[in-house]
């Protein structure tokens, strides 16, 4: 089962009719993406993942990041990309805080206001309005404490070469 997108879903207020009807495909076979039965087609992900504003490859970060996560796993290693309303698209490896399925589609003020969450949004709305790399230590108060990351933000491009979001790389120090 798809936990992450029947979350959005109704986070977004919208029903399997309503996705199926804006991605052109039927509702049954949508309900059986959501369930997890079947595996969309790229070109279905992409239409589902633009319906509700999310990256095509959540359908597939299972099946292709197994080494990349077998590397990172148990690190203090978070990664992320949001889109130009610093809304996240994608997070691998959420500090324990914050759960997956909480963060897709939205921003950082959404999940918690602090100092920490301005200077990222401050960092990645740099690095999007600037087109360049920024690297900053950021403290966050955390349900462990006051936890200071080195984070490392870049531009992420579509094949155009047109800015679409960041990407943001962050290390517990």
Known sequence: MRRWLINIRKEQQLTQQQIAAGAHIDRS???????GTRNPSVAVASLIASYLHIKPS???SEHLSEPFETALENSPITIAHCDLDLRYTWMFNPHP???MNTVIGKRDEDLDYNDGIQELMNLKEQVISKGVTIRRTIAFPLSEGLIRYDVFGQPLYNTDGLIIGAATAASKK
């Open 58 to 60: 959540l359908f597939y």
């Open 29 to 35: 076979y949508y309900a059986q993406i959501e369930n």
């Open 97 to 99: 805080d914050f759960k």
